[in-house]
Structures are given as C-alpha cells and as structure tokens.
C-alpha cells in the first residue's frame, strides 16, 4: 500500500489570475505558467508531479465553493 502512494504524482495547483494563464501570449497553451513549470519539474523529477491550472482540478473548486 505505501510504495503505491509513493508511486502516485504529486498534484501541483496553479492559482492565479489570467497572466498565470498567459494573457496575452500568442502560443498560450505552451507559453504559460502551469506548462512551463510542469517542463521544468518533469527535467529534474520526471513523472513525479502533475501541474494543473485551478480550474481544471474538481476538488479545488468545490473547496473553494465552500468557503
């Protein structure tokens, strides 16, 4: 059970406003926060973390309906 949890990717939220998300950018998708910081994680730690923008993980948004 413990080297299964081991084994899973961390999952990393990026909250922020539209320049987190590349306002502006002509290749957005590529250029962005989120995508640039999961590049630079997967060079030092490949596959251990996965980077999200805050709106594409469910569980953050219901925590944030519930405040």
Same mark, same amino acid.
């Given at each position: 059970m413990v080297s299964v949890l081991? &084994? &899973?990717a961390l999952k990393? &939220?990026?909250i922020g406003d539209s320049i987190?998300?590349?306002y502006g950018l002509a290749d957005?998708?590529?250029t962005c926060y989120?995508?640039?910081l999961q590049l630079l994680l997967d &060079?030092?730690?490949p596959g251990k973390y996965e980077v999200h923008p805050r709106n594409k993980i469910p569980f953050v948004e219901l925590a944030m309906k519930a405040l």
């Open positions: 081991l &084994a &899973a990393v &939220a990026c987190t998300y590349g957005r998708e590529n989120p995508h640039q &060079a030092q730690f």
